[in-house]
Nanobody
Framework: VQLVESGGGLVQTGGSLRLSCVTS????????IGWFRQASGKERVGITC???????YYANAVKGRFTISFDNAKSTMYLQMDSLNPDDTAVYYC????????????????????WGQGTQVIVSS
């Protein structure tokens, strides 16, 4: 399984970005997939997860501002991020879990087996 993120960058508070995660090496949709983020000096935390049969689920910190979507023909997942604020500054990762449904409460990083290289998002105040 290979995952490649893109779309990060520098944006002002209140702005928007759309991240992409192009997947390959597995049948897109067969396993739960999600986004994580890791701020400098902090743990990697899950922010959204979705599967063919459920979700998407969002962390409280991003609910109502971030939206996950999919293009099955391109085996690609997107993360639309609106109303960004400096607390959203982090490296964002997409990840695939070796299970068909999302782990409870999005699950920690150990619940996911395949990761992209990450894309940096910086929100200036």
């Amino acid at each position: 399984v290979q995952l490649v993120e893109s779309g990060g960058g520098l944006v002002q508070t209140g702005g928007s970005l759309r991240l992409s995660c192009v997947t390959s090496g597995y049948t897109f949709g067969d396993y739960a997939i999600g986004w994580f983020r890791q701020a400098s000096g902090k743990e990697r935390v899950g922010i959204t997860c979705s599967s063919k049969t459920e979700g998407p689920y969002y962390a409280n910190a991003v609910k109502g501002r971030f939206t996950i979507s999919f293009d099955n023909a391109k085996s690609t997942m997107y993360l639309q991020m609106d109303s960004l604020n400096p607390d959203d500054t982090a490296v964002y990762y997409c990840a695939v879990a070796q299970r068909r449904t999302c782990p409870p409460f999005l699950g920690g990083p150990r619940k996911y087996d395949s990761w992209g290289q990450g894309t940096q998002v910086i929100v200036s105040s």
